[in-house]
């Protein structure tokens, strides 16, 4: 039954997905007057899914992973490349807490109501801090990312996201 269930509310919600964070995205790249390439695409949810359809490296994919820290229940947003694993023993030691949990799909959807996958790597648009692993600008100059729908990719020179994202550079993949 919680099967059936589960999988009723996953095909509602996929159908139903919400174009506001796409929106701020772009009205945020207007603002700092960033120039960006957007394509349309048949829905992806991974990273490996969506350099398929952009024709793009998975390396310059800028992955966001929205993460919940436990002592102060804090969201974060840490952004990496897309070919890269997280070394969470860094991310804890840069965060400064020992226990940190992935944002739950409820979490997520209602922080930045966005499905899995799309979620882009502006956490300033739902004011919270972002950290950015250095490989996303080390990977080359362009980053690609669904912008929040799983069907919107943007390609963009990583130098004027990080103009308009500001985010926190650090190292914590390997």
């Known amino acids: 039954m919680e099967s059936v269930k589960n999988t009723v509310e996953s095909n509602y919600i996929e159908e139903h997905e919400d174009p506001t964070t796409f929106e701020a995205v772009e009205k945020l790249l207007a603002f700092h ?3 960006y390439k957007k394509t349309t695409h048949k829905p ?5 899914e969506s350099a398929e359809v952009r024709g793009a490296t998975l390396a310059s994919g800028a992955k ?7 002592k102060d229940s804090v969201f974060v947003l840490l952004v990496l490349s897309a070919a890269r694993k ?3 023993k ?4 840069i965060l400064g807490t020992k226990k940190i949990n992935l944002a739950s799909l409820e979490e997520a959807k209602t922080l930045t109501k966005c499905l899995p996958g799309a979620i882009p790597p502006f956490g300033k648009i739902w004011g919270i801090k972002t950290y950015v692993d250095n490989s996303v600008f080390t990977q080359g100059s362009k980053i690609n990312f ?4 799983r069907t919107t990719s ?3 020179d990583s130098e004027d996201y990080k103009k308009a994202e500001n985010p926190i ?4 993949t390997g």
């Open 154 to 156: 943007i390609s963009m």
């Open 86 to 88: 997280i070394l969470w």
């Open 44 to 48: 992806t949810r991974t990273s490996e």
């Open 64 to 70: 966001a992973m929205l993460l919940k820290l436990e």
């Open 169 to 172: 550079v650090c190292e914590f």
């Open 90 to 93: 860094n991310v804890r030691q």
């Open 146 to 149: 669904n912008a929040g729908l």
């Open 33 to 35: 007057k960033v120039e």
